[in-house]
């Protein structure tokens, strides 16, 4: 599979985050994310990126206690983390794959890994906005060159979000979300200096996407894999979890380093074809609301 190459430094938007976050608008919810338990009592565990009819998109470390309890209850089309709503879809996952099996707290580039799902769902078909779900878009081949390299002035609307702790130390039933304003690579990590509104990731929310608005298409830049204490004393005498998060600086897993092991575990289960053709269908669907353009 051809890569696409990202190059991510200083961005700008206008809405907060997880902590000193704002909650996204149930009609503007994004149909890619998803929200995933390891039981069957609806108890949130971590975000997620749907990227195919029968694969989710998350952290590693999230995966850790799967092998524990053998599958996932995930929750496609999720809004409120704790209730069930008459638009949720769920479906099992008995089959995933977790990168990197040894946790680290300073590397988080191989903080990855996927979910298959028992059954599939249907994508970029559903008319009613309401069902409808819309993989993100990662594979480069809908891009008319072999490689893209995106300047930071080409990103619009760059956003996380999730459903992690906010500022009162509370998991946020409501999705909420956050602009980065500035933001690097480093070795296959992503490295988030500033947000608008000063927001943190937060725990609850690994797994969740960095997505990146080009031309109004919606491109996967990686997931979140954690934090990376600024002062590793702080850190450790804070007794508040979300506190801490105020100490590290947020990490995501870059999913151009990802995708050459992504794609060789997809084809592993035969589902590579599957894949390809529903990112190819909804880069469609996206195009369709801009005008049938590419992205430039």
Same mark, same amino acid.
């Given at each position: ?72 209850? *995930? ?110 690579? *480093? ?23 960095? *997505? ?48 050459? *092991? ?35």
């Amino acid at each position: 599979m051809k890569l696409l190459i990202v190059v991510a430094l200083c961005l700008h938007g206008g809405t907060a985050m997880i902590l000193r976050g704002s909650s996204v608008k149930r009609s503007q919810a994004p149909r890619w994310m998803v929200s995933y338990h390891t039981d069957t009592q609806h108890q949130f565990n971590c975000g997620g990126t749907l990227i195919a009819p029968r694969i989710i998109h998350t952290a590693g470390h999230c995966l850790r206690k799967a092998e524990r309890d053998g599958h996932f209850v *995930v929750t496609l089309n999720d809004f409120l983390s704790d209730t069930p709503e008459k638009s949720e879809l769920k479906r099992t996952g008995s089959d995933w794959y977790l990168r990197n099996k040894k946790h680290s707290t300073t590397d988080k580039a191989d903080d990855y890994g996927l979910i298959f799902l028992d059954k599939p769902v249907s994508v970029c078909e559903e008319e009613e906005y309401d069902t409808l779900l819309a993989p993100i878009i990662i594979d480069s081949s809908i891009f008319p060159n072999e490689t893209a390299v995106l300047e930071p002035a080409s990103m619009m609307g760059c956003s996380i979000t999730g459903w992690g702790l906010n500022e009162k130390g509370r998991y946020d039933p409501p999705l909420r979300q956050a602009r980065p304003r500035k933001m690097y690579t *480093v070795r296959g990590m992503i490295y988030v200096v500033k947000y608008d509104n000063d927001a943190r990731a937060c725990n609850g929310d690994s797994g969740s996407p960095l *997505v990146c608005k080009i031309m109004n298409i919606p491109v996967l830049m990686g997931n979140v894999a954690g934090g990376i204490a600024i002062d590793d004393e702080a850190v450790q005498e804070e007794k508040e979890d979300w506190k801490k998060c105020d100490l590290r600086r947020d990490v995501y897993s870059y999913i151009t380093r990802q995708m050459p *092991v992504l794609e060789k575990e997809i084809r592993k289960r035969d589902m590579w074809d599957e894949f390809v053709q529903a990112q190819r269908r909804c880069a469609s669907y996206y195009m369709s609301r801009n005008g049938n353009k590419w992205i430039h």
